[in-house]
């Protein structure tokens, strides 16, 4: 018979590739992550068992024991990204981030467990460090044959302009990702994602569905929103909205802040502050207020039934909107989760 494909997800989150693994066809064990307010979203939406843990108190053994016998083993993982993202450019010592070595642990996984099958995504700007390279030239020296490639999530239907490094490697001949299906013509829009949503002011929450919730906006705030044009910027506000930071010669250099977002388009990239109206062009296309939590994990290609709330507990806005901007896009997970057969479907032949 042939192998069976088992996958195992680090820095897995509330399961966003995890799930994507697992709509394209592959059983994903167990993920691993240190945030246990995660555990409720990522149990509750798939069959995998979470785990609380620190990756670099990991040992592959342990990992090698969830993976059945004679199974084809694939580790996948996306390692916290905001060390490597242009928001952290110009910030000091940045390297010295506690999360800055996650990726060398997760090379050591690798070196420990072998799997036939690696994958890690992250931000496009980690393709200029050095930890990327030396995760690179690790899987070199083990032997595997790698794809590499910054990609358009839009291409794999995620509707945002986010763009991200994409990693594949295989101990059996080459991989490489699924040839996309969406492009310039046919993305997917906006409109298309949250378009039948129900309307909602700021501040408030739909009673049909508890994450259908807006921030309130400050009197200003919901002034300007008033006056914001979709795809526009600040600068179409009249003059006495216009923050005092953006009259300075630094600030006019910052457009693509209190901005609305256009309906015929993709979104921007869905960051831990999307549902903040002031942090990038999360402004609701036609209604006064930011994005709702829920609008923002559709725009992350999440379910609009994904549960992320354990209904005993209060919503924090500031936790879920880390929870959903730090997830990688179900769609994306998806793609690789495809590539993934695919590829294992070349070689894998009976026995």
């Not at 018979?1 to 693994?21: E, P, S």
């Not at 390297?95 to 990726?103: A, R």
């Amino acid at each position: 018979m042939k192998k069976k494909i088992y996958a195992i997800d680090l820095f897995c989150g509330i399961g966003g590739l995890t799930n994507g693994l697992i709509e394209s066809g592959i059983d994903v064990l167990a993920g691993f992550d240190i945030d246990a307010t995660c555990k409720y979203a990522y149990e509750t939406n798939n069959d995998s068992t979470f785990y609380d843990t620190d990756i670099s108190k990991l040992s592959g053994d342990y990992l090698l024991e969830l993976f059945p016998e004679n199974s084809i083993k694939v580790l996948v993982g996306c390692a916290p990204c905001q060390p490597f993202s242009n928001h952290t450019l110009k910030i000091k010592n940045r390297n010295k981030d506690s999360k800055w070595g996650l990726l060398y642990e997760f090379s050591r996984l690798i070196e420990e467990v072998n799997p036939e099958i690696v994958s890690m995504e992250n931000v496009a700007q980690i393709k200029k460090e050095q930890v990327f390279q030396d995760f690179i030239d690790l899987l070199k020296r083990n032997n595997y044959k790698i794809f590499k490639k910054i990609i358009r999530t839009a291409d794999y239907g995620v509707p945002q302009s986010r763009r991200r490094m994409v990693v594949l490697a295989s101990k059996n001949e080459n991989i490489e990702m699924i040839k996309p299906s969406y492009n310039k013509e046919n993305y997917i829009t906006v409109k298309k994602t949250i378009g039948k949503m129900e309307p909602i002011d700021d501040g408030e929450t739909s009673k049909k569905d508890i994450l259908h919730r807006s921030s309130k906006l400050k009197e200003k705030n919901k002034l300007r929103i008033q006056k914001s044009k979709p795809g526009g910027t600040w600068r179409d506000w009249p003059k006495e909205l216009i923050a005092n930071c953006h009259n300075k010669v630094e600030g006019k250099t910052y457009p693509s802040v209190y901005g609305r977002m256009k309906w015929d388009k993709v979104a921007p990239t869905i960051t831990t502050q999307f549902y903040n109206f002031g942090t990038g062009r999360f402004g609701h296309p036609e209604q006064d207020r930011g994005l709702s939590l829920r609008e923002g994990a559709m725009l992350q290609t999440f379910s609009p039934e994904y549960k992320f709330i354990d209904p005993e507990k209060k919503i924090s806005f500031g936790k879920l909107g880390i929870h959903i901007g730090n997830a990688v896009p179900v769609k994306l997970g998806y793609a690789i989760g495809k590539s993934i057969l695919k590829h294992v479907g070349e070689y894998n032949d009976e026995s």
